[in-house]
């Protein structure tokens, strides 16, 4: 007996009406914004191999990932983001290419997430990806487009996060720590495990570089930080310190001033897929952050291409909640207009349609068979105007 | 970031949410509310600005987790068993106990070549300690009462939450290793953190030093 046909899968739904209408409403805003600063589309497979999401940079771990076999029996998962298999194309058919090499992608992705954590396991992500280019140039272009991305949401409140995965990287380098110790440190920082931390950290007595780790978790707000940073931070790190704050500086400059803030302790997940500046967006209402990015020079070398590379994606789903939050409903308006007719004059009716959409309104042919029936429709979907075709013309009806 | 932002706080019911609201009394708030909650489930600090939402304490992450609670109050032993991402930015110190593995009194848990079996209430906590171990266990879930699981025979041992160890005893069980120390936790929703730092760092920091200051007061 069929037990689940009528349901859909964990983390997954149907978009409908205004749903739908806010998802589109985002995507379209960002495909607006990236074409007109000259990106251009990438659609990359929904099926990938799994090796392409299992490689140095970037490991997603098996139970992270919606797997199935292909034909011959090899591991293929549902695409869990897009950098990766750009990363693969720009390292097969698009090897040799001029530089830089400037995409977008607006694509569904696949994440398996643990059961009933409210999460969507399917959703969409749009996003760019600059590879090659100047790393000063490329950075600030890639946040300048993000801050605009941010700022067409149009949401009550929102940040823009800024830090540099170089800090932790070079800092943690300086202990004695063995892979797994380092593993086991980076989760703490990504957690703001102020206790595990601090614990951890103990054991390396005055260690300046120890003790520099346990105050970069803690280094996050606004440009007060970066002073602060100045300050408490060893000279190793002073040259990201100092390229941190060029780019923060440069950033606020772009009239986002008040909404920039940095975090000094942002690693990322994976040990090395970031190497340089990193940032976040966030907007009220929404407990996770709706668009981040960084700097990725070592992904692209993994597909054999050794270029350096930047770029952020965007959970439209998520802004488009915070959309739909705020609107209150109402982004499908109806249609201006209703069109009825008796049996007698479909084709008619139809023609009247098509003539009335190339005069510029948006049309509904009501299929239904009395007027009577056409009025409540127009009623219940708010259509004002109703024009019905019959052997006496056509009679134009006002709600 | 204004000084008027609210600030929500999911407590775990129970214990947690007592020793949680007696510190809020010791740090000056007007607890009234809270200890006459009656049957309300969202509760006002007046004059701080909080509001306290009072759950189960898996609910507990999933609320700050989500973002419709900026901080919580619970336990570590649900952190470990649920996992999630958000910041963990402050041990209590209150609510302090332990996982620990026991078995029958006398029995040799780690002898012999066969599969060992373990009941508990909390699988993940289980698997990762014996992933640990590089240790192949069997694992069965129980919600009740798991000291029951070695004495019908169904396990070689469990792993459990332990306080005092008497619930133990009674049975004829004893603890062969500890797993894990547990403690309450002050977890923080990650874009809470961010758009209300401030307030947060205020608010954790005066729990903190009330607490020290309790420690100081009872020795």
């Not at chain 1, 023609?351 to 049309?363: D, M, N």
């Amino acid at each position: 007996m069929k037990k689940y046909d009528l349901l859909t899968p964990e983390g997954t739904r149907d978009l409908i009406y205004d749903e739908c209408a806010a998802l589109r409403s985002v995507g379209d805003r960002l495909r607006g914004i990236f074409t007109s600063h000259g990106y251009t589309e990438v659609i990359t497979p929904g099926l990938e191999f799994f090796d392409v999401f299992s490689n140095r940079s970037r490991h997603y771990s098996q139970e992270e990932l919606y797997k199935l076999t292909d034909g011959k029996g090899r591991l293929v998962v549902m695409r869990p983001d897009s950098t990766l298999p750009i990363a693969r194309l720009v390292g097969t058919r698009l090897s040799g290419s001029a530089l830089p090499l400037k995409f977008f992608y607006n694509q569904t992705i696949y994440r398996a997430n643990p059961k009933e954590s409210g999460r969507d396991d399917e959703f969409y992500q749009s996003g760019i990806e600059i590879i090659g280019g100047e790393t000063m140039r490329a950075d600030m272009e890639a946040l300048s487009v993000a801050a605009e991305v941010m700022e067409s949401f149009e949401a009550d409140d929102w940040r823009f996060e800024i830090g540099d995965s170089g800090f932790f990287t070079e800092l943690s380098a300086k202990l004695p720590l063995s892979e797994k110790e380092q593993d086991e440190l980076r989760e703490y920082m990504l957690g703001k495990n102020y206790p595990a931390l601090d614990s951890f950290l103990a054991r390396f007595g005055s260690n300046r570089y120890a003790e520099a780790i346990g105050k970069l978790a803690r280094l996050f707000g606004g440009k007060e930080v970066l002073a602060e940073a100045a300050e408490v931070l060893p000279d190793e790190v002073q040259p990201a310190l100092a390229r941190l704050v060029k780019v923060y500086n440069n950033i606020s400059a772009l009239g986002i001033g008040g909404r920039v803030t940095a975090d000094l302790g942002m690693v990322s997940k994976s040990q090395d897929y970031y190497t340089g500046i990193v940032f976040r967006g966030y907007v009220s209402g929404y407990g996770m952050p709706v668009l981040s990015g960084g700097r990725y020079d070592k992904v692209l070398a993994d597909f054999g291409a050794d270029i350096p590379a930047t770029g952020f994606a965007v959970n439209e789903n998520a802004v488009a909640n915070a959309l739909l939050k705020r609107s209150g409903g109402m982004l499908t308006p109806p249609p201006a207009l209703l069109v009825y007719s008796d049996d007698e004059h479909i084709t008619e009716a139809l023609r009247h349609c098509r003539k009335s959409i190339e005069a510029g309104l948006t049309v509904e042919y009501a299929d239904l068979s009395t007027e009577e029936e056409a009025r409540a429709l127009a009623v219940k979907r708010g259509i004002k105007h109703i024009d019905t075709v019959t052997a006496d013309g056509i009679k134009h009806t006002v709600l | 970031m204004s000084e008027n932002t609210t600030i929500r706080i999911a407590l775990t019911k129970g214990r947690l949410e007592k020793d949680t609201v007696g510190l809020f009394g010791k740090m000056g708030f007007d607890t009234t509310e809270l200890v006459e909650k009656g049957r309300r489930l969202i509760l006002n600090i007046p004059g701080q600005n909080i509001q306290v939402v009072l759950a189960k304490a898996a609910d507990v992450i999933t609320y700050v987790e989500l973002g419709a609670c900026d901080m919580g109050v619970v336990g570590k032993d649900t952190i470990l068993e649920h996992g999630g991402q958000y910041y963990e930015i402050a041990d209590l110190g209150f609510g302090r106990c332990r996982f620990a593995l026991a078995t029958k009194e006398g029995s040799d848990f780690y002898g012999g070549v066969g599969v060992k079996t373990v009941a508990t209430k909390y699988p993940a906590v289980t698997r990762h300690f014996f992933e640990s171990k590089r240790m192949d266990v069997d694992i069965v879930k129980i919600e009740g009462s798991v000291e029951l699981a070695p004495l019908l025979k169904i396990a070689d041992g469990i792993v459990d939450i332990v306080e005092t160890g008497t619930t133990l005893r009674e049975n004829g069980l004893a603890v062969i290793e500890d797993v894990v120390p547990i403690s309450a936790r002050l977890i923080v929703n990650t874009v809470s953190m961010k758009l209300k730092k401030e307030r947060i760092e205020e608010l954790s920091a005066a729990m903190l030093s009330a607490l020290e200051q309790g420690e100081r007061g009872s020795v």
